[in-house]
């Protein structure tokens, strides 16, 4: 018996699709929303080759409002959204601030007024940790007062998060959760997904499994005189099938009506700050690599540290991360290797 049916925006991509196997294997419907602009139609088949469910796929973006309004005339059934669609590269948004503001804000604005017409009453949201900037006070807590963000990126997230605010203040019978992450990582243990980037890689993991893979040169590690441990920056790395399984969680939250407010935000996080160094090392010791990096100069944009206070959503979701950072970076190399066919 069918748990209902949930659409996943941006289905195809890297937290969507590990998203969509964990919904698929909780009992729920799934039909996917993507353009694949930034990934690729196999994705559907490789969820379907883990969990025996193909999931029914609609290209297009969300953008375009009307193919939005002929989705939801087709699709009647839809329980809830998850909304990961969206354009995510943080230097790009610098350089194409136009583009990130129209698709970002557009597509959710467009999401919301579906629900509005068609009655779709709940959307999880995927924002991220940028929304609090450099935290004066670490751990950050869901009350750290948000920031400037670092980029159009990270502004379009603290935005969609004011959008989705103020639409279920205004709007009736919209409820609203966002999951602010901290940095995904890893690949489903079947290796059959994992994060893809197209081009060069801007984040350090996927880099890290191209490095060892043999098709970066080398790894350049972005500054070694922070005020840290060992110098280099501190993040929050989590296991993306932890991250997913967040997700599920949030969904049964909203339609079991466990949420006390329209508009609810979590971090989902580990809780535990590792430096780049530490990442590094724990790479090459969990997966016998012995990794060619650099010390370079730092990254323009970069913070120094950040990681999560996960106490709310631990207690209010009943979520908790899992997975060691060793088998997150040996499942992240065993996606690198199959996707390679080494
Ligand atoms: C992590 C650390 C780098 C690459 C961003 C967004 C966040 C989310 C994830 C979208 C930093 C260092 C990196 C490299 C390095 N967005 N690094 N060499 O910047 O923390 O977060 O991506 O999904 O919202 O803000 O992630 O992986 O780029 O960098 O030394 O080749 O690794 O300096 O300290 P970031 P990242």
């Known amino acids: 018996m069918s748990k209902g049916k949930i659409l996943v925006t941006g289905g195809t991509g890297y937290i969507g699709s590990h998203t969509v196997v964990e919904l698929q294997q909780s009992g729920f419907d799934v039909v996917i929303i993507d353009d694949l602009s930034n990934s690729s139609i196999e994705v559907v088949d490789n969820i379907e080759k883990i969990t025996g469910i193909k999931p029914e796929f609609e290209e297009f973006n969300l953008q375009d409002y009307a193919k939005c309004e002929t989705f939801f005339e087709k699709y009647t059934d839809i329980k809830a959204i998850i909304h990961f669609a969206a354009s995510k590269a943080v230097g790009e948004s610098v350089q194409e601030p136009l583009k990130y503001y129209r698709n970002n804000l557009t597509s959710l604005m467009n999401l919301v007024e579906c629900q509005r017409k068609y009655g779709v009453q709940n959307i999880v949201f995927s924002s991220s940790c940028t929304v609090y900037g450099q935290p004066e006070i670490l751990p950050v807590t869901e009350e750290t007062p948000r920031k400037e963000a670092e980029s159009p990126y ?35 243990e079947s290796a059959l997904i994992g994060e893809n980037p197209s081009g060069v890689p801007n984040n350090l993991v996927p880099f890290i499994t191209q490095t060892a893979a043999g098709i970066r040169e080398q790894l350049s590690v972005f500054g070694d005189d922070y005020d840290t441990r060992d110098g280099s920056c501190i993040r929050d790395f989590i296991n993306v ?17 466990k949420n006390k407010a329209n508009y609810e935000y979590f971090n989902i996080g580990t809780g535990d700050g590792a430096t780049v160094l530490e990442l590094i090392n ?6 016998g690599v012995d990794l060619n990096y650099k010390i370079v100069g730092r990254r ?13 959503a631990n207690e209010e979701l009943g979520w908790k991360a899992e997975k060691t950072m060793e088998e997150t970076l040996a499942s992240a190399w065993n996606w690198e290797k199959h996707y390679r066919g080494l």
């Open 154 to 188: 990270g502004n379009t997230k603290s935005v969609c998060e004011d959008i989705l605010r103020d639409s279920t203040s205004a709007y009736k019978n919209i409820n609203a959760i966002a999951l602010r992450y901290f940095n995904p990582i890893g690949a489903h």
């Open 241 to 257: 099938v932890d991250l997913a399984k967040a997700h599920v969680v949030a969904i049964d939250r909203l339609l079991s009506g």
């Open 282 to 287: 724990s790479f090459m010791s969990a997966t």
């Open 300 to 312: 323009d944009g970069d913070i120094e540290k950040i990681y999560a206070d996960t106490t709310l």
